[in-house]
């Protein structure tokens, strides 16, 4: 029997924190993910573009695995009315590394802008749903809510953990064909339980959107709701976990109490020296 391999997904501040040669050794024998979210912040970096570019291009050749960005995969499962399969995107990786070994080089795309529209979008088409989604949550919760305040402000995981548990009591089908019925012509078969991404994307956007409501009325302010639209850049990491084992993470304030909060069967590492040899695999 064939033991399939742990995928393991790297974000941002890991990608940026973690010496190139400890990087390229851990790939070559550990299925690592580099979703295209992290290509988009190298695109967008305009300090650090091409030194990240070239990180990127010598990870992949060093064995990791490239993936969809998350907004293609929610409009994949509208347009096939299927959850999306494997993380890796094998094609297009096998294609990339063809056309770097032959010299090709990763440079400004013309779509920067694309790239930064394409993420504020999703973010407001999700954040313009929280009042739908607190409606939705009983009354008992949101009340229960504000008798914790103190303590749930002072204690992000379990503020994250409270909201997950808060969403999950919502039908989560309805808010995503509400939110993304231009996607298809039959939402009735659209997003239907936690097998599809776009399930688990609608469950983080609707935590964070609760998250910033909630603090708004506490010590937040206007500002709050603007950051959370630049934080659901940050939790596409997250939610690409259902398809993945686990999540390198250098992001204590957002991504690893979030991760940790939405998959607590699954695993979170600060560093390389965290992840155990049961994620090695030498084919990769």
């Known amino acids: 029997m064939t033991i399939m391999p742990k995928k393991l997904i790297i974000d941002?501040?890991?990608f940026v924190g973690?010496?190139?040669?400890?990087?390229?050794?851990?790939?070559?024998?550990?299925?690592?993910?580099?979703?295209?979210?992290?290509?988009?912040?190298?695109?967008?970096?305009?300090?650090?573009?091409?030194?990240?570019?070239?990180?990127?291009?010598t990870l992949i050749l060093s064995?990791?695995?490239?993936?969809?960005?998350?907004?293609?995969?929610?409009?994949?499962?509208?347009?096939?009315?299927?959850?999306?399969?494997?993380?890796?995107?094998?094609?297009?990786?096998?294609?990339?590394?063809r056309k770097f070994k032959k010299g090709y080089v990763l440079s400004k795309p013309d779509s920067v802008d694309d790239i930064h529209e394409g993420h504020v979008d999703a973010a407001y088409l999700a954040l313009e749903k929280n009042e739908e989604v607190a409606n939705a949550i009983a009354p008992k919760k949101l009340k229960e809510a504000e008798e914790k305040r103190g303590f749930l402000e002072a204690n992000k995981l379990e503020r994250f953990k409270f909201w997950v548990g808060a969403v999950e009591l919502v039908d989560i089908h309805r808010i995503a064909i509400s939110t993304f019925s231009y996607l298809t012509d039959s939402p009735e078969k659209f997003c239907l339980s936690r097998s599809w991404v776009t399930w688990h994307f609608v469950r983080l956007a609707s935590v964070l959107a609760?998250?910033?409501?909630?603090?708004?009325?506490?010590?937040?302010?206007?500002?709050?709701?603007?950051?959370?639209?630049?934080?659901?850049?940050?939790?596409?990491?997250?939610?690409?976990?259902?398809?993945?084992?686990?999540?390198?993470?250098?992001?204590?304030?957002?991504?690893?109490?979030?991760?940790?909060?939405?998959?607590?069967?699954k695993d979170v590492f600060f560093s390389l020296d965290e992840v155990p040899d049961e994620y090695i695999c030498l084919w990769s």
């Open 210 to 265: 609760l998250d910033y409501a909630f603090l708004r009325k506490g010590k937040g302010g206007t500002k709050e709701f603007t950051k959370a639209k630049h934080d659901l850049h940050d939790i596409e990491y997250v939610y690409l976990m259902s398809r993945a084992d686990g999540l390198l993470t250098r992001d204590k304030k957002l991504v690893k109490p979030l991760a940790q909060a939405a998959f607590p069967e």
């Open 18 to 57: 973690i010496n190139l040669d400890e990087l390229c050794n851990f790939a070559r024998n550990h299925f690592l993910i580099l979703p295209l979210v992290l290509h988009d912040e190298c695109a967008t970096n305009v300090e650090k573009r091409e030194e990240l570019f070239e990180k990127f291009r």
């Open 63 to 97: 064995g990791s695995h490239m993936c969809m960005a998350g907004r293609h995969i929610v409009q994949k499962e509208g347009q096939t009315l299927q959850p999306h399969g494997s993380l890796a995107d094998t094609d297009e990786t096998n294609r990339m590394r």
């Open 12 to 14: 941002k501040d890991t």
